[in-house]
């Protein structure tokens, strides 16, 4: 396979780069996650990371072991990317923008910088994440027992787009080409095309026309 490698690149064993990949400096991919006592993620050995052709992933990125990447792919300086994600073609991972275990994101999803996608998440494609938003994956933040079960980040349908500094609550379905305006806290679903704004979120209009995806 040939491929570029930076300075103080980590590639660990068994880690599958694909032609044409860039790893930047200080780069670490392939990593074993390293779980503490009450940690909730599963405990086990995983698959190695796979780096489709042409990904880029920035100096100082981290992509963990049990994760697929496919063509195309951008990850941003300093961004992660935890075990057991499946990310699709031409997806960027905005700088500081971290993904957690366990989430799924589709081709020609933008995430820009500084934001966070819980675990358990599914990103359909097209998405639009702007920068600092905050999803999350937990209604009872760490207590009781009944959690494990509920646990479970947004899904985010094709084509919907998530304005700045964004808090997704844990379960909610945003609809096909939804808008989502910056700093509004989305309490409940948002049906496919409707802009919702504030705190909590309510809709105020749907998304005009000419600003839809082409029918895929």
Do not use: W
């Amino acid at each position: 396979m040939s491929y570029e490698r930076g300075e103080n690149v980590v590639v660990y064993p068994g880690t599958v780069i694909a032609d044409g990949c860039v790893l930047g400096d200080n780069v670490v991919v392939g990593k074993q996650p390293a779980l503490s006592p009450r940690s909730t993620a599963a405990r086990e050995e995983l698959p190695p990371l796979e780096l489709g052709p042409g990904t880029i992933v920035s100096a100082g990125a981290i992509v963990f072991a049990g994760t697929t990447i496919g063509a195309h792919v951008i990850v941003g300086d300093q961004a992660c990317v935890r075990e057991r994600c499946e990310i699709g073609d031409d997806v960027v991972i905005g700088r500081g923008s971290l993904v957690e275990n366990d989430t799924s994101i589709g081709a020609r999803t933008r995430i820009q910088a500084m934001a966070y996608i819980t675990a358990y998440s599914t990103l359909e494609e097209e998405v639009f994440i702007a920068p600092c938003v905050a999803t999350t994956n937990d209604d009872y933040m760490g207590r009781t027992e009944r959690r494990h079960e509920l646990r479970k980040g947004p899904t985010i349908r094709r084509g919907a787009r998530i304005g700045g500094a964004a808090v997704l609550l844990p379960g909610i379905e945003v609809g096909e080409e939804a808008f989502v305006g910056a700093g509004a806290v989305v309490l409940t679903d948002v049906e496919p095309r409707a802009v919702v704004v504030g705190n909590p979120a309510r809709k105020i209009k749907s998304v005009p026309d000419d600003e839809l995806l082409p029918e895929a």
